[in-house]
């Protein structure tokens, strides 16, 4: 029996095998019938060759869906609100909230799919603070001339529609900190006097400067600017600009999940319940 030399188990090319003895040789490595003429030992090697190649493929594709997780949402909502608000205001203070962005991102590749924004004009306090207006940049005549909160959550409907949001996809929205949809949506239901707070708005959902402090165990909670200097990456756009700031938490997020993080679900609404002051 001719030696099988480690070279001879290696596949190669039909180009390479010039000699029915070469032929036999790999298919003797190969564990093959190395009976029958030159044409047929060549057609023999390449399906083998073929179906090495498609087990090596579907091993590779198998260990690199096992290394990524899987995230438990179709879509993610990055959301954060601006609002009416008056220096050293408060919790007390009946904010209003001015400016309703949303960014909606691929559960899986956490690529942003599309986005929603509206300016909203407020009814309790009209008329914006000096405070206000230079911490957001929205000005009187844009909220004067925008529509009310229930046209806003007419549209914003309309365009979860238009994605099966909390419908036959699954989605969750991300915020920084507890406060956009525990408190200012909460005060704002209150303030349009809806009879009932909408069902999305009550779901659990991802409080990200939780997940962030949890999952890079720091021991305090960060802002937006601390965590993205954290991660050495840089604020873009205007900070308190709703949509800015909505944006900016999807780069950490996006940083968040290449390191292996999972985007469950940390935080609940409960009907009744205070803030802690």
Same mark, same amino acid.
């Given at each position: 029996?001719?030696?099988?030399?480690?070279?001879?188990?290696?596949?190669?090319?039909?180009?390479?095998?010039?000699?029915?003895?070469?032929?036999?040789?790999?298919?003797?490595? @190969?564990?093959?019938? &190395?009976?029958?003429?030159? !044409?047929?030992?060549?057609?023999?090697?390449?399906?083998?060759?073929?179906?090495?190649?498609?087990?090596?493929?579907?091993?590779?594709?198998?260990? #690199?869906?096992?290394?990524?997780?899987?995230?438990?949402?179709?879509?993610? @909502?990055?959301?954060?609100?601006?609002?009416?608000?008056?220096?050293?205001?408060?919790?007390?203070? !009946?904010?209003?909230?001015?400016?309703? !962005?949303?960014?909606?991102?691929?559960?899986?590749?956490?690529?942003?799919?599309?986005?929603?924004?509206?300016?909203?004009?407020? /009814? $309790?306090?009209? &008329? @914006?603070?000096?405070?206000?207006? /230079?911490? &957001?940049? $929205?000005?009187?005549?844009?909220?004067?001339?925008? +529509?009310?909160? $229930?046209?806003?959550?007419?549209?914003?409907? &309309?365009?979860?529609?238009?994605?099966?949001?909390?419908?036959?996809?699954?989605? /969750?929205?991300?915020?920084?900190?507890?406060?956009?949809?525990?408190?200012?949506?909460?005060?704002?239901?209150?303030?349009?006097?809806?009879?009932?707070?909408?069902?999305?708005?009550?779901?659990?959902?991802?409080? $990200?400067?939780?997940?962030?402090?949890?999952?890079?165990?720091?021991?305090?909670?960060?802002?937006? +600017?601390?965590?993205?200097?954290?991660?050495?990456?840089?604020?873009?756009?205007?900070?308190?600009?709703?949509?800015?700031?909505?944006?900016?938490?999807?780069?950490?997020?996006?940083?968040? #999940?290449?390191?292996?993080?999972?985007?469950?679900?940390?935080?609940?609404?409960?009907?009744?319940?205070?803030?802690?002051?």
């Amino acid at each position: 029996m001719t030696a099988v030399t480690e070279s001879d188990t290696i596949p190669v090319s039909d180009s390479s095998l010039t000699t029915v003895e070469q032929l036999r040789r790999q298919l003797e490595a @190969l564990g093959l019938d &190395t009976k029958g003429h030159k !044409p047929e030992l060549k057609k023999r090697l390449r399906k083998a060759n073929k179906k090495l190649e498609n087990k090596d493929k579907n091993e590779q594709a198998q260990t #690199k869906r096992t290394d990524v997780k899987v995230q438990p949402f179709d879509y993610y @909502l990055f959301f954060d609100v601006e609002a009416t608000c008056e220096a050293d205001g408060g919790f007390e203070y !009946p904010n209003e909230i001015i400016e309703f !962005p949303v960014v909606l991102v691929d559960g899986q590749s956490f690529e942003i799919v599309d986005e929603f924004r509206s300016y909203v004009k407020p /009814s $309790i306090n009209s &008329t @914006l603070s000096e405070f206000c207006i /230079s911490l &957001t940049g $929205i000005t009187q005549e844009t909220v004067d001339t925008s +529509p009310d909160f $229930i046209q806003v959550l007419d549209d914003f409907q &309309t365009f979860m529609a238009k994605h099966g949001l909390f419908q036959e996809k699954t989605a /969750s929205f991300v915020t920084d900190g507890p406060f956009d949809i525990r408190d200012f949506i909460s005060k704002q239901c209150y303030h349009s006097q809806l009879k009932k707070r909408p069902d999305y708005f009550c779901q659990p959902w991802v409080n $990200i400067r939780k997940l962030y402090q949890d999952f890079y165990k720091n021991k305090k909670s960060k802002n937006i +600017p601390r965590m993205l200097a954290d991660l050495n990456m840089d604020f873009e756009g205007q900070q308190h600009s709703g949509l800015d700031d909505a944006r900016n938490l999807v780069y950490i997020a996006r940083r968040m #999940k290449s390191d292996g993080c999972l985007f469950k679900t940390n935080i609940r609404w409960i009907p009744g319940r205070r803030r802690k002051r």
